[in-house]
């Protein structure tokens, strides 16, 4: 690599930033894993100021005090997970009917922004360093700190009281923890560039969860092709039966296939929710925005199960649920009610995948808890476990500001501005490939 990426890289080791691995195959049963320094918004707000013992001391005191209800969205996050569900459903209906193009751009009808990255932020991503050899936690502790020391001739010992985040897929997550246990173990004190392994905060790579959640949906509804109702059924409609395997390649005409099934879903809604015998005439009425968020809301409570999980705790709760959420009505249309259920599902996709494109973090973090016990039951805890840890850390453990430095690092934008962000987990490969579509 040239002495100038590695000056630039230098210079961002300096301040917050995020270390990104990735792993690949490197031949004769080896792995390669590769080191990539990100650019984060300025937090004003310097690496020798985040105070990692006070970080550990949290951990340990609120370990025993945080589970599973703790996933739970709060009131705001409720109402955010809601409004998100209409706009989605309002703009179906605005992009497939010319005669509510007008409305497009109408203010009300837009997502709230709950805390995007700052507009013209574009990071800096660099790639560091490689190492091939055993997939062991050896070969991750050697690449971390030889990306330090040995390729950017940093000390080790300016990270002893440092935080870095540190976002990556599931199993690199796991190694690292790994390590970070042994450490943790090891007799004391550690030597600076162990400490470097524990200073390392790991956030989810979204990429690899929306992987995850989308393939643990499609196991959970595609059902067989004569099923009425089945993911499977529609994807042969739609001559992608091959889809319904859930082959990795396939992921983007999958995540592509599920969106068109979504939209159409919500058009049938439109049409038979209206209040009129036909989208023109419903159109021809001329509609105000505040009538059309009115009915998305009655089509997302209604035709969706329960989009906002149930929380008898909550006192808003009611306000959430649908005549059709009882028993005797799921036992007595089971094609509304799967229906429901996979309204329900894709929704959560792709409020996820709209925030992370719309480059919005605060509007993510909104479902994270509904994810996570998607996940749960759909067995794929180590999954579920990632986000676990995020929230946990995002509630009890990290001390301000760093878990906003932990928000700002889940996602990535170094494109052009509109909804162009990526999760800071996808490949460098990737990244290149997307920047030739722009």
């Not at 985040?50 to 589970?67: K, P, Y």
């Not at 703790?70 to 569900?85: A, C, G, T, Y």
């Not at 889809?243 to 038979?272: I, N």
């Amino acid at each position: 690599m040239s002495s100038l990426p590695l000056a630039e890289a230098k210079n961002i080791a300096q301040v917050p930033h995020i270390l990104k691995i990735t792993a690949s195959n490197g031949g004769s049963g080896q792995a390669k894993l590769s080191s990539a320094l990100v650019s984060i918004p300025n937090h004003n707000t310097k690496l020798k100021d985040l105070d990692l013992a006070g970080a550990m001391e949290a951990r340990l005191q609120s370990a025993a005090q945080f589970g599973m209800n703790d996933l739970m969205p709060n009131h705001e996050q409720r109402e955010s997970i809601l409004h998100q569900s209409m706009i989605i459903i309002v703009k179906s209906l605005i992009e497939h009917h010319s005669e509510f193009k007008h409305l497009a751009n109408n203010p009300l009808l837009q997502y709230k922004p709950r805390r995007p990255l700052p507009l013209h932020f574009r990071n800096q991503h660099i790639s560091v360093h490689s190492v091939v050899g055993k997939h062991t936690t050896a070969l991750y502790t050697s690449l971390i700190n030889e990306t330090y020391t040995k390729q950017l001739g940093l000390d080790a010992k300016m990270f002893e009281n440092s935080l870095i985040p540190s976002v990556n897929s599931s199993a690199i997550n796991q190694a690292i923890r790994k390590a970070q246990i042994a450490l943790r173990r090891a007799p004391q004190p550690l030597t600076p560039e162990q400490k470097l392994i524990t200073s390392l905060q790991l956030g989810p790579g979204l990429l690899d969860i929306m992987k995850t959640f989308v393939k643990a949906s499609l196991d959970n509804h595609v059902g067989r092709p004569d099923i009425l109702g089945s993911w499977s059924s529609t994807f042969s409609i739609l001559n992608k039966a091959h889809l319904a395997s859930g082959d990795p390649k396939d992921y983007h005409s999958l995540l592509t296939t599920l969106e068109t099934m979504m939209k159409v879903s919500f058009l049938d809604c439109w049409r038979t929710n209206c209040g009129f015998p036909s989208i023109e005439a419903f159109a021809a009425s001329n509609p105000t925005p505040s009538d059309l968020l009115a009915i998305a809301r009655k089509i997302a409570i209604n035709h969706a199960k329960r989009i906002v999980p149930q929380d008898r705790n909550n006192p808003d709760d009611a306000q959430y649920a649908s005549e059709y959420d009882t028993e005797e009505c799921a036992a007595s249309d089971t094609v509304f009610y799967n229906g429901r259920l996979g309204l329900t599902t894709l929704l959560r996709i792709f409020i996820l995948k709209y925030a992370i494109d719309d480059a919005d973090i605060g509007r993510a973090e909104d479902i994270f808890g509904v994810i996570s016990i998607a996940l749960t039951g759909g067995g794929k805890d180590a999954w579920a476990e990632e986000l676990f840890h995020y929230i946990h850390g995002i509630k009890c453990l990290w001390p301000e500001p760093f878990a906003d430095i932990m928000r700002d690092s889940l996602i990535i934008n170094i494109f052009r501005e509109g909804s162009n962000a990526q999760a800071a987990d996808v490949s460098k490969e990737y990244l290149s490939a997307y920047a030739n579509t722009l």
